[in-house]
């Protein structure tokens, strides 16, 4: 499995969601807390989320 996927838009990160804030994803991946979430790269981090089967996947524009 790919550490990347295609998408045609960038959600908005469900954890800056949250806090009222609309920050694009940068991944797909599940974090240290359990729930799998879209994460922002900052998030991505604090969450302790990881790239790789059964952990996550950076979402990558596809093309128009």
């Not at 900052?42 to 524009?61: I, P, S, Y």
């Amino acid at each position: 499995m790919s550490t990347q996927t295609k998408v045609p838009f960038l959600p908005d990160c469900d954890v800056c969601k949250d806090d009222g804030k609309a920050t694009p994803a940068y991944a797909d991946a599940k974090t240290n807390l359990g729930p799998w979430a879209y994460v922002c790269k900052q998030h991505f981090v604090n969450h302790g989320c990881e790239l790789g089967t059964g952990r996550g996947q950076e979402l990558v524009l596809s093309s128009p």
